[in-house]
């Protein structure tokens, strides 16, 4: 059984966002690029309801696929 993930609006923004000068929040997104070309194959993808409709009021062509819940 395939463990399940919850994604939160942060992880999306990580993914989507232009890199960022501030080292800090240009090493989460590093780290959360680096997670999910590595990783996110291994786990079913999940996002809340709240969690879609934050991210949809974002830029409709930054939206990714691959979230089943």
């Known amino acids: ?9 942060t992880v999306v ?5 232009r890199p960022n000068r501030d080292v800090v929040i240009a090493g989460h997104q590093q780290i959360t690029h680096e997670w999910w070309d590595t990783r996110r ?3 079913e993808l999940c996002v809340s309801q709240l969690a879609r409709k934050e ?4 830029d409709p062509k930054l939206h990714r696929n691959g979230l089943t819940c």
């Open 1 to 9: 059984m395939v463990e399940r993930v919850y994604i939160e609006t």
């Open 13 to 17: 923004s990580y993914l989507t966002a």
């Open 41 to 43: 194959a291994s786990y």
């Open 55 to 58: 991210a949809g009021a974002g």
